[in-house]
Nanobody, 126 residues
Framework: QVQLVESGGGFVQAGGSLRLSCAAS????????MGWFRQAPGKEREFVAA????????DYAESVKGRFTISRDNAKNTLYLQMNSLKPEDTAVYYC???????????????????WGQGTQVTVSS
């Protein structure tokens, strides 16, 4: 089992940058497939980015490709999301999530993940 705590959210103007962190406690962080999701008011939770346990393979939603970078430091039990060129439509609560398994068919679906953090708010003004 793993516990996840996000940090780094805040208020930023369009074009700015933020770096989110997700600190994991518990056993076996380095073995988990990790993802970032976001949820805006009145909308469903949506996939943002994911990274394999080794960190060697990543994937992104089309809406954030070229602007966001997911990474992990297994020695520090921490997942990151570097967000550049932020837009007002990036405003949402951002969640990190962990899955004990990997399935290329389902990892962009929220139900694929076993553990979730509490979320951190990101607000981008125009």
């Amino acid at each position: 089992q793993v516990q996840l705590v996000e940090s780094g959210g805040g208020f930023v103007q369009a074009g700015g940058s933020l770096r989110l962190s997700c600190a994991a406690s518990g056993r076996g962080f380095s073995f988990y497939f990790m993802g970032w999701f976001r949820q805006a008011p009145g909308k469903e939770r949506e996939f943002v980015a994911a990274i394999r346990s080794s960190g060697g393979v990543t994937d992104y939603a089309e809406s954030v490709k070229g602007r966001f970078t997911i990474s992990r430091d297994n020695a520090k039990n921490t997942l990151y999301l570097q967000m550049n060129s932020l837009k007002p439509e990036d405003t949402a609560v951002y969640y990190c999530a962990a899955s004990a398994t990997y399935d290329s068919r389902w990892y962009q679906a929220a139900r694929f993940y076993d553990y979730w953090g509490q979320g951190t708010q990101v607000t981008v003004s125009s």
